[in-house]
């Protein structure tokens, strides 16, 4: 008996639901693995604007993505539905590590997982900054 995307998921503060597009997939017939990467992206995108840590609330001190990885569990097709959901699973003095899953609504399983860095960067000057307490304390708050 496959798993509820609900419990695939419970441990992921933020997720997104999008759809598989026709044009996701490649000539192989599956979804193009860029595909997910851009998936851990809007992830990653909807979990820093509930941090505040986006656009003009943020100032001169925003993210960087400065490292990503991905491991692809099961390969998807048009059509489905995909939910992704985003966690951080470490805080350090300039950077947050973050947790990617992509749970496939036809299949009901993971279908990828990944990691990425987000190092803090001051626009302003050019060079890395420490982590605002702002975005230490929405990240607390989003992970309950």
């Known amino acids: 008996?496959?798993?509820?995307?609900?419990?695939?998921?419970?441990?992921?503060?933020?997720?997104?639901?999008?759809p598989v597009q026709w044009g996701d997939m490649d000539s192989f017939a599956h979804v193009n693995n860029l595909?997910?990467?851009?998936?851990?992206e809007s992830g990653r995108v909807a979990y820093m604007e509930k941090m505040g840590a986006m656009g003009a609330e943020a100032g001169d001190?925003?993210?960087?993505?400065?490292?990503?990885?991905?491991?692809?569990?099961?390969?998807?097709?048009?059509?489905?539905?995909?939910?992704?959901?985003?966690?951080?699973?470490?805080?350090?003095?300039?950077?947050?590590?973050?947790?990617?899953?992509?749970?496939s609504h036809q299949h009901r399983k993971v279908a990828a997982e990944g990691g990425g860095v987000i190092v803090c960067v001051d626009y302003k000057r050019g060079g890395k900054a420490p982590l605002p307490d702002a975005w230490r304390e929405a990240i607390t708050r989003l992970e309950g």
């Open 1 to 18: 008996m496959s798993e509820s995307i609900d419990e695939l998921l419970r441990d992921y503060p933020v997720t997104l639901e999008l």
């Open 61 to 103: 001190i925003g993210p960087i993505l400065g490292h990503m990885d991905c491991r692809y569990r099961i390969p998807l097709e048009y059509p489905d539905r995909i939910t992704v959901g985003v966690r951080v699973t470490e805080i350090g003095e300039d950077r947050f590590t973050l947790h990617h899953r992509v749970v």
């Open 35 to 40: 595909v997910y990467l851009r998936w851990f």
